[in-house]
């Protein structure tokens, strides 16, 4: 949906979102036309908050439990009263609306969901499974859909209303907005009919239930809604009945969900004597992109093609809000941070566990017992270095198996020159220094560079000159001492190209770094500071790393205390940029669809999920900065760096798409153009329409 005026860029419809809502209305049994009043006042509350779709609980419009009483034809004229009286209120409710209600079809009873828009009603869904076990008696009162005779009825004054279980309804004019209905009970059994209509095409499914409460159930309900979502690569919206059912023998909790692709993004206080409605923004892109790259779902889907054609599509257009709609569902500014801090300590473990395991597996498999690394000072060589340490550990080998190695050069700090002899002693590794400048000067007076004649020329050649000059003496150095030179460069470097190619950074024999952004590499050196994965000295100088200014370190400065090049001033704040990799290389997300989503999530400093960092360092991004740093990110990673890509050396992947290699998650073409990229940047406004807070 291109973005043709500025202020459509801050509509999520516009990005592949909408708007759904679960309601939880009040009941009362047997009493249609309370039930009808509540839920037109929910779905007036619901579309007011700009939803596109609603469903409600199971049988909602008579209540649930009304046993024999379904059977009595003033409860079904009722019911039939109240479906007219919802389709004209209707009219005027911009939002699609699907409620349960009891419906007599061919002198039988069926449970349905009817699905209204406008004043009309698209069609009508029907419980495939009966429950007739335990307290459920529903084999009773009603008959399953696939005893249905008719495919089409006439329903509260509309005629040609499509009728049974297997309808498909498309939103025409949102992309992949297709959303199928199933009944409770059908959601209990081996293949519930959400998975044919799934991969039929329908992206999100909602649940009409009426579910009972006991005790442990709400907990088996989860496992199921998320399972599903999950399996169906789908969005999954379940609502149960909840207050003012009848408690003859039940009890009912009220209970709404609404799960996407295996994700809960929201449920409902429970017990709550009010009414509740619970709201999500589905991403209807990624779950197109999931089921797109996930080629074993259309390979299912053909196994049972034969199933599927029975599916019937009722295609409709709907009204978009035009208007402001920002994202109410927080997108975290770290994604490959988790927030909640056990999950994320969770997530450290795991990930160092992965490179010390690769590391491992490669030396054993060589058949070489030494590593040798460079050792800057900085984050990356840092990571490096406590991972060889652990891996020597793990592998009941010395650790002066580890042959380490600062390389100062001309621009070196004191800073990080220190904290790379403390960290080296303190691990208890071979600690070496080479000092590279002698080295480095041969090479510049061969080449008749300025520099070697005096002249402070600090470009390209004199920055590469001392990276090529490391990497040089690295490789040397493990033939000498029969050693893997180990890798430090991380995924957010390599998706910026930010690395010296062949001879410098960019090579290794094995790269440990190589699928870990730099916002987790901070969070890996914290955890193992934190939990004391060495010595609390070891800890002491790590936190000192995290403190350290992000710098290559190549151009000398007026004092060796301070950096004279800081990185992020070049390609961008590691913060944004790693939120860019993450959209655009795990979702393929078009660019103004990735710059929403980090104004929403950075626009405010009070706002968002701040993993371990404090107050006075929150920051917060305009608009005009997320749109900079984005098309720097775009051109980098489209047009220039591909090349470096195409050729890095074998290392681990760590995290879910958090692999750049050509043998792995990544491959693309050297020689690509950003155009396209850079063309749908442009629809990207230059300035917020309201201020920062």
Wanted: with cysteine.
């Amino acid at each position: 949906m291109p973005i043709k005026k500025p202020n459509q860029f801050f509509n999520l419809y516009k990005h592949g979102f909408i708007r759904v809502a679960v309601c939880i209305p009040e009941v009362k049994v047997a009493d249609t036309f309370f039930n009808m009043q509540k839920t037109i006042e929910l779905a007036k509350e619901a579309v007011a908050r700009k939803a596109i779709f609603a469903i409600f609980p199971e049988l909602g419009i008579s209540a649930y439990s009304n046993e024999d009483l379904f059977h009595q034809d003033a409860l079904l004229w009722g019911v039939n009263e109240a479906l007219q009286k919802i389709r004209k209120a209707s009219e005027k409710i911009n939002m699609v609306m699907a409620v349960g209600a009891p419906l007599q079809v061919d002198c039988r009873l069926f449970n349905c969901a009817i699905v209204f828009y406008r004043g009309q009603i698209l069609g009508v869904a029907v419980k495939s499974y009966l429950p007739n076990y335990r307290e459920f008696y529903e084999g009773r009162q009603f008959t399953q859909a696939a005893s249905a005779l008719s495919a089409k009825i006439e329903l509260a004054g509309q005629k040609d209303v499509p009728f049974g279980a297997n309808i498909i309804f498309k939103v025409a004019n949102i992309k992949h907005f297709n959303f199928f209905l199933e009944i409770c009970e059908d959601l209990w059994v081996p293949i519930p009919p959400s998975s044919y209509a799934s991969m039929a095409g329908a992206t999100i499914v909602g649940n009409l239930s009426a579910s009972n409460i006991t005790i442990g159930k709400s907990e088996y309900r989860h496992q199921l809604a998320a399972n599903q979502s999950a399996r169906c690569v789908g969005a999954y919206l379940y609502a149960a009945a909840g207050t003012g059912e009848s408690t003859t023998d039940l009890a009912w909790d009220g209970h709404a969900m609404i799960y996407e692709n295996g994700n809960l993004l929201t449920e409902s206080a429970r017990f709550s004597p009010d009414a509740q409605i619970i709201y999500g923004d589905i991403d209807l892109d990624r779950l197109a992109q999931d089921r797109m790259r996930l080629n074993s779902f259309s390979q299912n889907a053909a196994t049972h093609k034969e199933m599927l054609s029975a599916f019937r599509l009722v295609e409709f257009n709907v009204e978009i809000p035009d208007k402001r709609v920002l994202l109410d569902r927080e997108y975290p500014r770290f994604p490959y941070i988790p927030a909640d801090p056990a999950k994320r300590d969770q997530r450290c473990y795991e990930a160092y566990n992965i490179q010390v395991q690769g590391l491992a597996k490669r030396l054993k498999s060589s058949g070489i017992k030494n590593i040798v690394i460079g050792v800057s000072g900085g984050l990356d060589s840092t990571q490096a270095l406590i991972v060889a340490a652990k891996t020597t550990d793990l592998l009941k080998l010395p650790r002066s198996n580890v042959k380490a190695y600062t390389m100062p050069g001309f621009a070196t700090t004191a800073k990080t020159h220190n904290n790379a002899l403390k960290l080296m002693k303190a691990l208890d590794v071979e600690a070496n220094e080479i000092d590279i400048k002698p080295a480095c000067l041969q090479m510049l007076k061969d080449i008749n560079h300025p520099f070697a004649a005096g002249k402070k020329t600090y470009d390209i050649t004199f920055e590469n000159v001392q990276a090529g000059q490391r990497t040089a003496h690295l490789f040397r150095l493990a033939n000498m001492r029969n050693a893997l030179v180990i890798g430090t460069g991380d995924l957010s470097e390599l998706a910026l190209g930010w690395s010296t190619y062949g001879i410098g950074d960019h090579m290794s024999h094995y790269n440990v770094n190589t699928s870990v952004p730099k916002t987790l590499i901070q969070h890996l050196i914290r955890w193992v500071a934190q939990t004391t994965q060495f010595s609390k000295d070891v800890s002491k100088i790590l936190l000192d790393v995290l403190e350290t200014e992000i710098s290559p370190e190549l151009i000398p400065g007026k004092s060796g205390n301070k950096p004279t090049q800081k990185t992020e001033d070049t390609i961008g704040p590691y913060d944004l940029q790693d939120f860019n990799i993450f959209y655009i290389t795990r979702f393929g997300y078009l660019p103004t669809k990735v710059a929403f989503l980090a104004y929403c999530a950075w626009k405010d400093k009070t706002k968002g999920l701040w993993p371990n960092i404090p107050d006075d360092k929150r920051k917060s991004y305009t608009l005009k900065e997320i749109k900079k740093w984005l098309y720097i990110y775009l051109y980098r990673f489209f047009k220039t760096s591909q090349y470096k890509r195409s050729c890095v050396p074998n290392g681990p992947k760590v995290g879910s798409g958090g692999s750049l290699s050509p043998r792995g998650d990544y491959r693309a073409p050297s020689d690509s153009e950003p155009d396209v990229w850079l063309k749908n940047w442009e629809q990207i406004p230059d300035n917020e329409d309201q201020p920062r807070v």
